[in-house]
Every structure is written in C-alpha cells, then in structure tokens.
C-alpha cells in the first residue's frame, strides 16, 4: 500500500511540474523568447519553426480562406486550444540540461547542444556513435514533449477526438514547415523534400496531405513569412496523386 502511495505522489509531482513549465513557456512571448535564447543554428532555426508554426495553426483556426478545411478535418478545436498547445512543439529541444533533468532525463549535454552538432550536416557521413547519440536524444525529445502534452490534454480536459486533431494538425504543419525551410535540420540539404508527398508515401495521409498543399499555397498569408525561392508553392492540386 505504501508503495502504491509513493508511485502516485512521484507521478502527481511530475505532473505538477509539467503544467508549471508549460504555463511558463506559454505566458512567454515570441519577442521574449527570441530575446531570452541564443547560440547555435539549430536553436535558431527551431525558435523561427515554432513561430511559423503557432502562426499557421493558429491561423488554420482563424482564417477565412481555412475554414473549409477546419470544418472538415479540425471541427472540435478553437484558436485558444490550439495557440497553447503550439508552445509546446520542439521546447524540449531549447530547455537547459536542469529544466530536462525534471523529466529524468539521463544526459549531461542538453538535447539542444546534441542535436546541434549535426546540424547541416550530411548523415552518410556521421560515424555510427554520431547517429546513436542523436538516436539517443531524439527519443529524449519524444517522450518529454510527450509528457508534457500528456499534461496538457489532462489540464485542459480533452476528448479523445480533440488531440488526435490537435496532433494531426501539427503533424501536417511540422512536416510542411520542414520541407519548405529546415531541410538541413532533417539531413535533405541536397534532396528534394516534400511534405505533401511525404504525409503520404511515410503515413498513407491523404487528407493531410491535401491540407499540406493548402497551406503550402498559402504560407505567407498564414505566417507572415514567405517561403524560400524553388519551393512547390501554387501547385496544380488536380495533379496530385493522392
């Protein structure tokens, strides 16, 4: 009994911890945010991706032009929702080895910091102990966020229904985002990157992947942010092979 005890106060002060940070995270703003962190590439790149990315969810929600699409495959999300759930894609990737270290996180390099070391690089050409270590940390990324979503939809009271949306839209919005700007992040600097296609040849997502061309053509208008020249913006949605 008192064991049983002690794993339910060791997962309620895990649990507390989670919906402290994320009501941190989520009361900081993008300027502050941008102010607060500095250094290498990958953090940068990862602050200027959760920016584009919050806009753009947040926008699907709000958008006149989306709102077909939110009909259809997003009904039971709102703008609040969504915006706080955005501030939680990647944090993982900008906390300090102290802030991971309240999740049990086993390294003594932050995920930030091990991430960054193969970033724009070509993966042919890591050592076999370079791919474990970002393996390793990537995994680390999954199951905090993880937490920390988990934490979320409880705080919050979600259905079932409302976090696959929740998921599904950043899963479309993550994948698209990365095959328009962060190519070097995913180890495609030279190869061509679609998030549309990808949705579909990796998940079998159709719909996703029509919302992808959707947004594709509609980045800048969503984001505020236009995308890079010789990306696969204005395409024929007729001529997809869905």
């Given amino acids: 009994m008192d064991i049983d005890l002690r794993i339910v106060m060791t997962q309620l ?14 009361l ?14 990958l953090r940068m790149s990862v602050i200027n991706h959760k920016i ?10 709000s958008r006149a032009s989306m709102y077909l699409i939110r009909a ?14 955005s501030a939680l894609h990647d944090m993982p990737k900008l906390m300090t080895v102290a802030q991971l270290k309240k999740f049990d996180y086993p390294y003594d390099e932050s995920i930030g910091d091990i991430l960054a070391k193969e970033h724009g690089a070509n993966w042919d050409l890591l050592s076999d102990a370079e791919l474990q270590q970002r393996a ?3 995994v ?8 920390m979503k988990k934490a979320f939809y409880v705080q919050e009271g979600l259905s079932q229904q409302q976090i696959e949306q929740l998921e599904h839209l950043e899963h479309i919005w993550d994948l698209t985002d990365t095959g328009l700007f ?3 992040e995913v180890g495609a600097n030279d190869l061509p990157y679609d998030g549309a296609r990808y949705l579909i040849s990796r998940y079998g997502d159709s719909p996703g992947a029509l919302v992808s061309i959707v947004i594709e053509d509609q980045f800048e208008e969503l984001t505020g942010v236009r995308p890079p020249m010789g990306s696969n913006r204005c395409r024929n949605l007729f001529s997809f092979p869905f």
């Fill in 182 to 184: 962060r190519r070097e």
């Fill in 136 to 138: 390793a940390a990537r």
């Fill in 28 to 41: 900081v703003g993008e300027r502050q945010i941008l102010a607060e962190v500095t250094g290498d590439s």
């Fill in 72 to 85: 259809e495959y997003f009904p039971d999300l709102n703008v609040d929702i969504v915006s706080r759930f």
């Fill in 140 to 147: 680390e990324l999954n199951r905090i966020e993880g937490l």
């Fill in 52 to 61: 584009r990315l919050k806009r753009g969810m947040v926008a699907t929600m």
């Fill in 13 to 26: 002060i895990r649990c507390v911890l989670c919906c402290l940070i994320i009501a941190v995270y989520t």
